[in-house]
């Protein structure tokens, strides 16, 4: 019917037909832009829309002129047949691919955003919520890592793209530096012909020991230890190395190019927080391999009957320097199931875990509380688990978190920190009450958990009742915020709260019935007292 290029410019990734279901005339064709034919599809022209990198479309099928798009952009509605579409910025739809974060206070986070910038943002700030002013562009690009040279006071920082590509951004003068260990751009060549081969999410850390060494992966591991200005190979190539998967990215129809079709490449490593130079790596082709020498030998440790995949995560466990958890999926061989492993011994043998994930779902990440042993956090394609005995089960541990893939997951001040592919970051304030329950509150009626240490500072938090405002993110609560659980109480009862001076003198009172505040909290450090429910 057309011949017309931009139809098919990247139709090994996302190119879609759909037909609309009012006008046999009209089809639509999602590609990098929106082509629309209104003559049965002999001619095509652009429809104008607020992002590229076009995904998915629903029309309205009583009436055509209402339309919603998926792109990389977020989602966007038309109710006048494209002719303007709602805006972008009205929703949390960014997709990161990783998340980090520093020690100041607050702490920052940091990600890769797809097709847009990589993002550095406050995790709080001192106004009535988290908006675009709190956030900059960073180092490198969509599909960045990001790493710093002193996470308690980060002044440059080093960002990932696609294809291998790696820079340093000053962020005192703003300016950016390419420190790629080997000068190619790679675009339109085949992987099996490049010197090295990079995953699109390319893994770009910092040694947990030092953080001026720093580790960048493509299908060998590179190493630096001055800033990236000299890189070291400290691996052969630690992936299956097929050639015959490694030819035209996007052929036969068409040569894409920028990798994201680059196979055979090593998609996340890190480094034991016990053990300086005990390296783990995983490949997009399912293998996991192991240095204890900073490189010197390498050994094979991919557990045993484990099929091919993507090796999305590992953890070490930071209470036992042998025991490591990996995540792995086959959903691009169109296996849901979940490919999760436990290993006690470095890897010499490994337990599948997963009991309690649901058969078509597959994690992602999992993390162990820094606190509690055995406390394990995952992520999922279309969720968040939680697990209280090291694996052997699992339990759904949504809360308010929208059903999203959760790529990744890093723990930080006793907060639980996310990235999600579609609902951008995600923060679990504190966490302590989950690590002092361990999910089981015995035959207490009333338990009170103690909080963390806190900053004393000023700003304004969103109520409850106000919801979500469109383009600002939700501030943690200020002061110290006290986690309590009642095992039995009826609407009908009323929950007391008094804190107390070191003479014992009440200072404050809360109430679970509205009443206003008795007397302002003061400085010397308070005692806390919870009277247990009673009838009105």
Request: proline content about 6%; overall charge negative.
């Amino acid at each position: 019917m057309s011949s017309q290029a931009e139809l098919v410019s990247r139709s090994w990734y996302y190119m879609e037909v759909f037909a609309d279901p009012v006008n046999a005339d009209i089809v639509y064709v999602l590609n990098a832009p929106v082509m629309r034919s209104i003559d049965g599809g002999k001619n095509f022209e652009r429809v104008s829309v607020g992002h590229g990198d076009t995904h998915d479309l629903w029309i309205n099928p009583k009436n055509n002129q209402n339309l919603a798009l998926a792109d990389d952009g977020g989602g966007e509605i038309t109710l006048n047949f494209g002719k303007s579409w709602s805006p972008l910025d009205n929703q949390p739809t960014a997709q990161f691919y990783r998340v980090n974060v520093d020690n100041r206070f607050p702490y920052w986070v940091y990600g890769g955003q797809q097709d847009n910038s990589s993002v550095m943002i406050m995790s709080r700030n001192g106004s009535f919520g988290i908006t675009d002013k709190d956030w900059m562009n960073g180092p490198g690009c969509e599909s960045a890592y990001i790493a710093f040279d002193n996470p308690n006071d980060p002044k440059l920082f080093y960002g990932g793209c696609y294809q291998g590509q790696i820079d340093v951004l000053d962020i005192r003068t703003r300016e950016s530096k390419d420190i790629q260990e080997y000068p190619a751009t790679n675009l339109a060549f085949k992987p099996k012909e490049m010197k090295y081969r990079f995953n699109w999410n390319a893994p770009f850390i910092n040694s947990p020991h030092d953080p001026k060494i720093m580790y960048h992966a493509g299908n060998v591991l590179f190493r630096t230890m001055d800033g990236g200005m000299n890189w070291d190979v400290i691996s052969p190539d630690l992936t299956r190395n097929d050639t015959t998967k490694q030819g035209v990215s996007g052929g036969p129809i068409t040569n894409e190019g920028a990798g994201g079709e680059n196979y055979n490449t090593i998609y996340y490593v890190i480094e034991s927080p016990h053990e300086k130079g005990l390296i783990y790596t995983g490949s997009d082709c399912g293998l996991v391999k192991l240095t204890r020498d900073a490189g010197k030998t390498w050994n094979d440790v991919t557990p045993a009957g484990m099929p091919e995949g993507l090796i999305h995560s590992i953890e070490v466990s930071p209470h036992d320097k042998g025991t490591v958890y990996i995540s792995a999926s086959r959903y691009k061989f169109n296996d849901y199931a979940n490919y999760s492993y436990k290993s006690t011994d470095y890897g010499k043998s490994w337990t599948r875990i997963g009991s309690g994930v649901d058969a078509d779902d597959f994690i992602k990440v999992i993390r162990e509380d820094k606190k509690v042993k055995d406390l394990l956090y995952a992520g999922s394609e279309r969720g968040f688990y939680i697990s209280f005995n090291g694996g052997a089960a699992w339990s759904k541990f949504q809360l308010n978190l929208p059903v999203v893939p959760v790529t990744d997951m890093i723990l930080n001040d006793n907060d639980l920190v996310v990235s999600t592919a579609g609902r951008a970051f995600w923060i679990l304030d504190d966490v302590s009450a989950i690590q002092q329950s361990k999910g089981n509150f015995g035959d207490a009626s009333v338990k009170l958990f103690q909080p963390k240490p806190t900053y004393r500072l000023s700003g304004v938090t969103i109520p409850d009742w106000m919801g979500d405002i469109p383009g600002l993110g939700r501030n943690p609560l200020n002061g110290v915020i006290l986690d309590y659980y009642v095992k039995d109480k009826s609407e009908t009862d009323t929950v007391k709260l008094e804190i107390l001076d070191m003479s014992g003198k009440v200072i404050r009172t809360y109430s679970s019935k509205k009443m206003r505040i008795l007397s302002p909290i003061r400085e010397d450090h308070p005692r806390l007292r919870l009277y247990l429910p009673k009838p009105v």
